[in-house]
């Protein structure tokens, strides 16, 4: 396990290696000054005491991301230094996704990001803005890149429907506001114009498809509660804690819902994730899941691993 382990960690090197190598030595060298750049930005907008400071930032650290993706083969260039915003990848190789958070002196946040696909003709991207606030049922709204669940993501799944299309699913951290966060499961696809197009009815809970059925699933959370959302590979599973409300009395508040110790999850048959109410038995003590990724609002948010 430790040698298959270590192997893989060194086809990862030496992609990224070959990749870094096709781009020409000018724009590598402008590449990495300008990952220079957006690191200290990226520090600065994290760990800044000053609201406005950290927003400034923001909008300095968007402007020189553009000016980096804008360099012939850029998609080829890791921007693995960046330890502090979100970059994830599918394995067809065909877009990335970088996500980040703002935080506010009231303990909301706002989040940005930018689709930037594989395009050999040129840079192709699609700016995200969050719409978030002001969405009433987030749960069963198809999104687009204007109209966007602002989230800060931590793993990509790409799977693909009966019908043979591909789809990614991103799971996803929002700070919400003081009292709770939220996690989520978000359908990533791409319509007939190569647009992305955010949620998508791929989650079944029981034997029949209800009228209405969820396109993204979200799931909202006690502030200081430790949550997990994740994929467990060897069960090939998305799995995640069963919450409940601290007591009868709130249960229409979910800002008061903890985990109960058990765990609820998705599994993929035919194209669709369908629900899992209760994933481990009573035989087994210690549920074979990793420990929770999370981002408090009191810590500095790292990239997740």
């Known amino acids: 396990m430790r040698f298959a382990a270590l192997l893989l960690v060194a086809i990862l090197i030496s992609d990224v290696s070959k990749s870094q190598s096709e781009i020409p030595g000018d724009d590598l060298r402008q590449l990495n000054l300008y990952q220079d750049s957006l690191r200290v930005l990226g520090d600065t907008m994290i760990d800044s005491g000053d609201e ?42 065909t877009f990335r996704i970088f996500t980040w958070a703002l935080r506010f002196e009231d303990s909301t946040y706002r989040y940005y990001g930018t689709i930037q696909m594989n395009d050999p003709k040129g840079l192709k991207l699609f700016p995200l803005f969050d719409n978030s606030p002001f969405m009433l049922t987030p749960d069963d709204s198809v999104l687009t890149a204007k109209k966007w669940f602002g989230a800060l993501y931590y793993r990509l799944i790409a799977e693909k429907n009966a019908q043979g299309k591909p789809y990614y699913f991103l799971l996803g951290w929002d700070g919400n506001d003081k009292n709770s966060n939220k996690k989520l499961i978000e359908v990533l696809s791409f319509n007939s114009k190569k647009e992305p197009v955010f949620g998508a009815s791929m989650f079944y809970f029981g034997q029949y498809e209800p009228a209405n059925k969820s396109k993204r699933f979200i799931i909202q959370y006690k502030e200081d509660a430790r949550v997990s959302l994740n994929y467990d590979e060897e069960m090939q599973m998305i799995i995640c804690d069963h919450l ?62």
């Not at 230094?81 to 067809?92: C, E, N, V, W, Y």
């Open 244 to 305: 409940q409300p601290q007591s009868e009395s709130t249960k229409d508040d979910h800002s008061t819902y903890v985990p109960d110790g058990t765990y609820e999850g998705f599994k993929w048959e035919s194209g669709k994730w369908h629900h899992v109410e209760n994933v481990f038995t009573s035989t087994q003590q210690q549920p074979p899941f990793p420990d929770p990724v999370d981002f408090g609002k009191d810590k500095k948010l790292y990239k997740p691993k």
């Open 52 to 93: 406005m400071v950290r927003e400034a930032s923001c909008y300095q650290f968007i402007k020189v991301l553009v000016r980096a993706l804008k360099i012939n083969q850029s998609f080829q260039f890791p921007f693995d230094s960046l330890q502090r915003i979100s970059i994830l990848q599918p394995s067809d190789q």
